[in-house]
């Protein structure tokens, strides 16, 4: 029995991406198309211990499912002739198309969901590994990956399956990477645990990339993907030490790394170059990856090209990451100050803020120019700022290399006694605390507090609340001036400006961004929310509060407590879908019921499902999410703007 | 996980049909993204013994024609089973005969 539940496990793995893209060419709906594959898998459970594995077990598979989609479409008389069509598609032995899998890709990958959704999804339908199988790798819950792949298959529901074509070939290509190359990334560099690596997703990233290129052969940066990931690979059993701690790849073993990865990485890297036409940015990282891996030794490596490279690949992804590495090869190619320089710039980047190799990537490079003191404050706050648990104590021992520390009050210390102290009331505790908390990962909590100016303490105000709130802003500045006037210190908040606390109206959306807002592709409950809020005058708030019994759809109105919610023809077309047949409990649900410690009043929760009222915070942080590419500072808009958009 | 697939030699040339199936089904462990290398090997080989510090090179063909290996696949796949799988699939195309599959560590 369990021989047959390993063979069954075996033909899985390797069949169900093609039995899922077949089917859902047939059925045209991916959640079903995958239930179905599901249910011939358990037959095949039932049936295979006793009449033995079946010569053909794919065709064996494709043709129970495609007898399920018959049945099932008979009994759901959803489409009248398509089980006749489907049933003579049944007497073909086996009919996978060239392109199935392909199709199914792009689907996994749609840019209507949210990436951890395509990841998800990708890893389910396309590498047919399981919830917990996903769960296990990204350190999160079975439930929670179960959710996400229910939420994503319900999202595609309505997505057309057709390839696309022309233009938007590239750009759906560019998503179905993306994918791709995460899920090698976090194999490759686990961003938290106790491992650096987690092999099984590395595999199955190549794997998901080595039948990407035979799907799309003609796609230069298809190669150019599976090129940079055979050559990261080829390196992975010289990426760590005999304790597990990382080693840098200039200091790699290179009889560990393993050629035949890197011969083929060179053959895809060929096959990409032969096709022409412009690097992209995965070609432009495989080309850095060859440099590395034509070098001999470390002191062979061609800095000055790969500083090049870089050079051609900032342009191109300007990402803080990208600029980082490049700050390395410079400062290999042309000396630690030059690099420095450059990593210095990032400094001011808030999306490295919480970066450990930016610290690191200085600490080197002032180790390298005998600014030892200074490193060594770098590599202490790489290490608090890392969440791998061998990548932490790999930082904390590169610090102490750098000589011993001397007996001198530091940032840490002194910030945990500011906040032992007993005269502070809870709350202006939590608020210090947060203060300088973000001081000391911005700065390292080993910092002497000796050296720390009032240029230092600005720059972390500017990076981290610069365009927060004047009284956000306020509230952490006063933070900061009791701390100095504790420490003795007082001119360290000299730099910061009290900022005044206007209560201006913040500016509605301008009609172009509006007319873009409508296109934006977002869940039906998205889109009806902004609608609403839009063409009513009413508040966020009153229109979160509204119940489905409440609406009048006939009149186009429903009451809020006191007063009326009216809306227009944007919002009635959206109405019914939402309502989905619900005739009673919160209008605008949350994605998911509320967890048994945080029970809520019954009046914000759905009778029928259980799911809790949408939240003020939940509905603004998804607008805020969905209108990053519409607000020119980057940052997203709030849902009051939309509301006051309304006269404008 | 790594594994050396290894079919022992028939002694029998290979038809042309057989070499179109086999190049499909290549072709198919390709496209799953499985297949790392692949090969023919000569049947005569040369073999290359040590006793003490006498080294002796003899060339084939071997009289033991089955015991030489006649091709590999060196496939990368998540289980056992999975190479196994593999290894029935080859077995069905290429008729009597016998494979070997080995684990490949490092």
Not at chain 1, 24 to 46: I, N, P, S
Not at chain 1, 494 to 504: F, I, K, P, T, V
């Amino acid at each position: 029995m369990t021989d047959v539940r390993r063979t069954v496990d075996a033909v899985w793995k390797l069949e169900s991406a093609n039995l899922v893209g077949g089917l859902t060419r047939l059925v045209r709906d991916v959640g079903l198309a995958e239930e179905l594959a599901q249910d011939a898998l358990v037959a095949a459970l039932e049936q295979w211990p006793s009449s033995g594995v079946p010569d053909n077990p794919a065709a064996w598979l494709m043709t129970t499912a495609k007898r399920r989609a018959i049945d099932h479409l008979r009994r759901t008389e959803r489409l009248e002739r398509r089980h006749e069509q489907l049933a003579r598609e049944l007497a073909q032995p086996r009919d996978v198309e060239h392109d199935d899998v392909l199709r199914l890709m792009f689907l996994s990958c749609h840019p209507v969901l949210a990436t951890e959704q395509r990841v998800a999804l990708t890893l389910r339908l396309v590498g047919g590994l399981s919830a917990a199988e996903i769960a296990r790798a990204f350190l999160t819950t079975e439930q929670q990956v179960a959710q996400r792949i229910a939420a994503a298959k319900q999202t595609l529901a309505g997505v057309p399956i057709e390839l696309p074509e022309g233009a938007a070939v590239a750009e759906r290509l560019s998503s179905v990477l993306g994918v791709v190359y995460l899920i090698f990334n976090e194999g490759y560099s686990a961003t938290a645990g106790d491992d650096l690596m987690r092999p099984g997703l590395c595999q199955e990233a190549l794997r998901l990339g080595r039948l990407l290129a035979e799907l799309a052969p003609d796609e230069a940066e298809v190669h150019g993907l599976v090129a940079l990931m055979e050559i990261q690979a080829s390196r992975a059993a010289a990426r760590t030490g005999p304790r597990g701690e990382p080693v840098q790849l200039h200091e790699q073993d290179r009889g560990r790394w393993d050629p035949l990865l890197i011969r083929r990485g060179f053959t895809a890297m060929l096959r990409a170059r032969d096709l022409g036409g412009p690097p992209g940015p995965y070609v432009l990282q495989a080309a850095i990856a060859v440099c590395h891996a034509q070098a001999r030794t470390a002191a062979d490596t061609d800095w000055r090209r790969i500083a090049v490279l870089y050079d051609a690949l900032v342009r191109l992804l300007p990402t803080p990451i990208v600029r980082l590495n490049r700050a390395v090869a410079v400062g290999r190619a042309h000396g630690p100050a030059a690099g420095l320089a450059l990593a210095d710039e990032l400094l001011a980047d808030r999306a490295l803020r919480d970066y450990h190799l930016l610290p690191s990537v200085r600490g080197d490079l002032l180790a390298e120019l005998g600014r030892n003191a200074e490193a060594r404050v770098e590599f202490a706050r790489a290490a608090t700022l890392a969440k791998n648990a061998a990548e932490r104590d790999f930082l904390l021992r590169r610090a102490d290399e750098l000589g011993p520390v001397a007996p001198v009050a530091t940032l840490g210390r002194a910030a945990a006694d500011f906040l032992a102290r007993d005269d502070l009331d809870a709350s202006t505790l939590r608020s210090y605390g947060q203060t300088l908390r973000r001081l000391c990962l911005a700065l390292g909590d080993r910092r002497p507090l000796e050296s720390l100016t009032g240029d230092d303490v600005t720059g972390v105000f500017e990076v981290a609340w610069g365009d927060a709130a004047a009284k956000t802003w306020n509230r952490h500045r006063s933070a900061v001036r009791s701390f100095g006037a504790w420490a003795g210190r007082p001119e360290l908040g000299d730099g910061l400006e009290r900022r005044a606390e206007s209560r201006s109206r913040v500016p509605g959306l301008a009609d172009d961004q509006l007319s873009r807002l409508w296109t934006v592709e977002a869940p039906v409950r998205e889109r009806t929310l902004w609608r609403l809020l839009h063409e009513s005058a009413a508040g966020v708030r009153p229109v979160l509060s509204l119940n489905v019994e409440d609406l009048d759809l006939a009149e186009r109105r429903a009451r809020a407590g006191a007063r009326w919610v009216t809306w227009r023809s944007g919002t009635a077309r959206l109405l019914p879908e939402l309502l989905g047949g619900r005739t009673r409990g919160p209008l605008f649900l949350a994605d998911r019921r509320p967890g048994p410690a945080r029970m809520r009043p019954a009046a914000d929760l759905c009778p029928d499902t259980g799911r809790g009222r949408l939240s003020y915070e939940r509905a603004e942080y998804l607008f805020k999410q969905a209108t990053r590419a519409l607000d020119p500072a980057g940052r997203g808009f709030t849902l009051r703007q939309l509301w006051s958009a309304r006269g404008a | 996980m790594r594994y050396l697939m290894m079919q022992m030699a028939t002694g029998q040339a290979p038809d042309e049909k057989l070499f179109a199936e086999m190049g499909k089904f290549i072709e198919e462990m390709t496209a799953a993204g499985v297949l790392l290398a692949t090969g023919g090997l000569d049947p005569a080989g040369t073999r290359v013994t040590s006793e003490g510090d006498e080294i002796t090179v003899t060339d084939g063909p071997f009289t033991e024609a089955k015991e030489s290996v006649g091709g590999f696949a060196l496939v990368e796949v998540q289980s056992k089973e999975e190479a196994v799988e593999l290894a029935r699939r080859f077995r069905r195309i290429v008729g009597d005969g016998e494979s070997r599959i080995h684990q490949v560590f490092g």
